[in-house]
């Protein structure tokens, strides 16, 4: 039996805001526990949440990126459950009224190879709220303590329709959802840091059957690829529970990405009963189309869009785009270079070759980088005018790379510039072949590689600095 | 009983203060003697800070002189010592909310009341009994002992706010705070003979006060008479950045409005709801309830009767909101971050399970355990819904009666002060105590039980009057149209 899978993603973003959801101590991670505390984030007897607009302004802001409906009013709810790691116990969240409902994320499916475009694919969204993270637990010996630091901060549950079909589109889907979320300013989306979370429902049909199998629901997912591993995983071992004649049961379990195996956390009688309820504490709050507008006026071009504008308004290869865009600096990067030089060609070969190579050797970001884009543009012409030849202009890279200097004075300090003396060229080419009549006799007898005997004396002449295309026209034009 | 410090109103300290006549270190000496010479009968704090209390008298005087050498303004409430429920925190004072659960906690963080009253001057002083958690209407739910009723030690103050009332009624505080959420000030305002009043809901901010259920908690002030009370919740009004559900509203000048009304000779239109005038009311408390209507139409008030049909079922709706938030606002209370923590537990479940068992008291967990019922999956639209439907009804109602009267009076209580145990066996009739309090939650309005009288066993029986939403100028000119009319409150419980 072909069996095929369907996959529903829950994924919750970290919302980067300086203070957290209903209080204004700070948000951070890696500080040293319950110092990011107070009152509030206690649930100290007395204490009242209060909004963050911040957090909402990026929630909306996600919503219209992603083609969302926005709803016209913000309402909380309580989700009652005791947990230590959750001070009220209840999270306040968003229950029958999300903020944002519908719309999609366009996922690049991965291609026939590494520098070929993949299929496009749109993966539609149920919904997006907003609600409050929890503490941390950290299991001791006979003992548990809570840190609270991560309590109260912004969370984004980002629910996806059930319409992932392997393991594959699952990971091309958490990609193209974090690299919308960056370009956003919405989340930096660090899973190591726990700022993106992914919980999976899958279940399996034959091909061509229209009715859902039993859901499973997959936790602990915490690396994208321990999300494609967990789900293929779970794919192939209800697979197997079918052939082998059993029934799946609808149950959460828990994957350990270092093992590669998953077992039962819970089984849906244990399922919770969330009594929820509008929170009293929060008055809903009216989002109006100015506010919208507002927002709006804050989003940036979204990834792909931006790979297709600029396949086409700087016609470079998907090999550079693909390498430019997911990084949204790294593709402002390339546009102010290629705004300033005029070739981006050129201009992109540098920084996905040379720039990001050197980067990653120094271990540096790109916004501490010496090399801004006015040194690559510089760069770039430099070598287009014949001004240095293009070894020379690696040598210039790596030392600009290092000191920060425009490429003019690295190669007037190094005194790499290309000869390009005419008279000079003249002299040396015809001196050369003075000195050579067989070669002359042997090129002109129509043996062309004979050539290349005149251009080792020219270059030694030049000291290295003749452009060889030159010195080739030059050598022709005066044998002819 | 004569004029004594201690059973002076603020309005008359504060002039005796400003004149030098007295000190605040003095005023605050009165009150602490007297609080010790009656405690040991009324019972009404859970505890109380003495060096703390004169500390804050003398720096109070300190702030009066250099006020009077710069030639600044002084509040009316710099020096005045104000009783606090203990369920309204003051940074470094214990916090218990008469419970087990939190009987070691000691509060890090002013109450956004507190704050204000402190940065006017007035002294916080003590931490006042109440029904645990504010639930109940006796304080005989306290987990600490029963508070007494000034005027007969074997009956209750009313509660839930019971020590805020017997506090202010014996003479131990001058004026005090409490919550009302169905009736726990202006019901033990009424038991006690003095004056309570319940602000509409969002006038004043609840940030530091234990939530009991929160779409109906109210902070208000206890006092001797309107102008007191007055002046305490223009002390405490106003919007708080860190209560969203506190309003955006200019706080007015309570006692310059009455004064102003006064001099108006508005003649205040009432309605009498006779669905208040039913079954189980107390005949004493009716005819002296009949007897300050007529007073009001002596005056030239007119008097309509109005109806507001939905009553019958606001102690149900009631039962039903308040319960289901309180089962979730005393989620935390779980023995993990602070208060009552099972010395025995063996999980973190077990942990929840024994600490809460321990620290909550039968009434609380009642409630707890019905609130969980009526949010649950299956119920919730038959309950919680069904109530919000009524809650929205009950508002309808009063709005539509405001239509023809400016405000509404009733009685505030079915009985006077009734017997200790009493009604400790039967929830259901303690319930019933609230009958004609509840509504005025419900609909969010702002109401006051003014004295109107004493039975002939020499019990006080309280006045309710009910106003528009936050119309309290109003609605305290209206008390004090009829409070200026007799002398109800020159009377003082012998101790």
Redesign the interface.
């Known amino acids: 039996m072909t069996y095929e899978a369907v996959i529903g993603l829950e994924v919750h973003v970290q919302l980067k805001t300086h203070s957290k959801m209903f209080t204004r101590v700070q948000a951070g991670y890696g500080f040293p526990e319950n110092t990011l505390t107070d009152p509030v984030v206690l649930a100290l007897p007395g204490t009242l949440p209060v909004m963050n607009k911040d957090a909402l302004d990026k929630i909306i802001k996600a919503g219209l990126l992603l083609g969302c409906e926005i709803a016209p009013v913000c309402k909380w709810d309580r989700k009652n459950y005791f947990y230590p790691d959750s001070p009220k116990n209840y999270q306040i969240s968003q229950y029958d009224q999300p903020i944002c409902k519908g719309g999609s994320v366009e996922v690049e499916l991965p291609g026939p190879a590494r520098n070929v475009m993949g299929e496009h694919k749109r993966v539609a969204l149920t919904r997006i709220h907003l609600e409050e993270d929890v503490g941390k637990l950290n299991h001791g010996e006979g003992v548990s303590l809570v840190d609270f630091n991560r309590a109260g901060t912004p969370l984004m549950e980002i629910v996806s329709e059930p319409v992932i079909r392997s393991a594959d589109e699952a990971f091309a889907y958490l990609t193209a959802l974090k690299t919308v979320m960056i370009y956003g300013g919405i989340s930096d989306c660090d899973m190591e840091k726990g700022q993106l979370r992914c919980d999976a429902n899958i279940s399996i049909r034959p091909v061509g059957q229209e009715a859902l199998g039993t859901k499973v629901e997959l936790k602990n997912l915490n690396s994208f690829s321990f999300v494609r591993d967990g789900i293929a995983h779970e794919i192939r071992r209800q697979a197997a529970v079918l052939e082998s004649g059993g029934k799946i049961v609808q149950e959460t379990r828990d994957y350990d990405g270092q093992t590669g195996t998953s077992q039962s956390l819970r089984s849906k009688e244990m399922a919770h009963d969330y009594r929820y309820f509008p929170d009293p504490d929060l008055m809903p709050v009216e989002v109006d189309s100015a506010w919208k507008e507002a927002v709006r006026a804050t989003c940036p071009e979204l990834p792909f869009d931006r790979q297709r504008r600029l396949q086409e308004q700087y016609a470079i290869p998907y090999t550079i785009t693909s390498v430019l865009v997911p990084d949204r600096e790294l593709g402002d990067y390339f546009e102010e270079a290629a705004r300033l030089c005029g070739k981006p060609q050129a201009a992109g070969n540098w920084i996905t070759n040379d720039l990001l190579r050197e980067l990653g050797a120094a271990k540096v970001a790109l916004g501490a980088s010496k090399v801004r884009p006015a040194h690559v543009a510089a760069l770039v012409k430099l070598v287009e005018d014949g001004a240095i030849l293009s070894n020379a202009a690696k040598e210039v890279f790596i030392d600009m790379f290092h000191t920060g200097e425009m490429p003019e004075a690295v190669v007037a300090r190094k005194g790499l510039k290309a000869e390009t003396n005419t008279e000079d060229l003249e002299r040396w080419c015809a001196e050369a072949i003075a000195a050579n009549p067989k070669s002359v006799a042997d090129y002109k007898g129509g043996k062309e590689s004979a050539l290349n005997a005149f251009k080792g004396p020219v270059m030694r002449a030049a000291k290295g600095k003749a452009d060889p295309k030159r010195v080739d026209e030059t050598l022709r034009r005066l044998l002819s | 009983m004569p004029q004594e410090l201690f059973n002076t109103s603020v309005t008359e300290l504060s002039r005796m203060m400003g004149a030098g006549e007295v000190s605040a270190a003095e005023l605050m000496g009165s009150v602490v003697a007297r609080t010790k010479a009656v405690e040991g009968r009324v019972r009404a704090f859970n505890s109380f800070d003495e060096a703390d209390a004169l500390a804050q008298a003398r720096a109070s005087d300190q702030r009066r002189a250099r006020a009077k050498a710069s030639g600044s303004p002084v509040h009316a409430l710099e020096g005045i010592p104000i009783g606090i429920k203990d369920v ?2 003051v940074a470094g004072q214990p ?1 218990t ?1 008469s419970s087990r659960m ?1 009987a070691n ?1 000691v ?3 002013d ?1 956004t009341v507190t704050r204000k009253l402190k940065g006017l001057g007035a002294i916080c002083w003590g931490r006042l009994n109440l029904d645990e958690f504010a639930m109940g209407s006796s304080t005989e739910n306290s987990a600490f002992g029963v508070t007494s009723n000034p005027w007969d030690l074997e009956r209750v103050p009313g509660g839930s706010s019971g020590g805020s009332a017997a506090s202010v009624a014996a003479g131990e505080a001058i004026a005090s705070l409490g919550s009302d959420t169905g009736g726990s000030i202006r019901q033990p305002a009424a038991l006690c003979g003095i004056v309570g009043l319940k602000p509409s809901y969002g006038r004043v901010s ?6 009991f ?3 109906l908690d109210q902070i208000g002030p206890f006092a001797r008479s309107v102008e007191d009370a007055a002046t305490v919740l223009g002390a405490i009004s106003g919007h708080d ?5 506190s309003l955006k509203m200019e706080v007015p000048d309570y006692n310059r409005g009455i004064a102003e009304f006064a001099r108006s000779g508005r003649k205040w239109k009432l309605g009498v709801p006779k669905e208040y005038f039913g079954e189980g009311l107390d005949p004493e408390v009716g005819a002296a309830v009949q007897a300050a209507i007529d007073e009001y139409r002596r005056q030239g008030c007119e008097i309509r009767e109005v109806s507001l049909p939905h009553t019958r079922y606001a102690v149900g709706a009631y039962y039903i909101i308040a319960t ?2 309180c ?2 606002n005393l ?4 023995g ?3 208060g009552h923590r099972s010395k025995d537990a063996t999980d ?2 077990d942990l ?1 399970f024994k600490s809460r068992a321990e620290g909550f008291g039968p009434e609380v967990k009642r409630r707890i355990i019905l609130g ?1 019922y009526v ?3 299956g119920y ?1 639209d038959a309950y ?1 819904l069904r109530a919000q439907k009524v809650r929205t009804l009950i508002r309808r109602d009063f709005l539509e009666a405001y239509k023809q009267v400016d405000a509404i009076v009733t009685p505030t209580s079915p009985t006077p002060a009734f017997r200790k145990g009493e009604k400790a066996a039967n929830p259901l009739a303690m319930y019933l105590n609230d009958i004609y309090t509840i509504g005025v939650n419900l609909a969010g309005l702002p109401g006051i039980s003014i004295p109107c009288g004493f039975t002939a066993g020499g019990l006080p029986i309280g006045l309710q009057v009910i106003g528009q939403p936050f119309k309290e100028t109003e609605l305290l000119a209206v008390a004090r149209t009829y409070e200026e009319r007799n002398d109800w409150r020159s009377r003082f419980p012998k101790l």
Do not use: C, M
């Not at chain 2, 950045?241 to 559900?245: H, Q, Y």
């Not at chain 2, 989620?331 to 779980?334: E, I, K, L, S």
């Open positions: 309204i925190s916090l909310a939190l906690f509060s890090p963080y109450a609840r940030y530091g006060l234990i939530a259920a929160s779409s950045p860190k209560d969203s559900t289901a938030e089962s979730s989620a935390r209370f779980d993990v971050r602070y973190a479940l929840y969980t949010l649950s999956s919730y919680y």
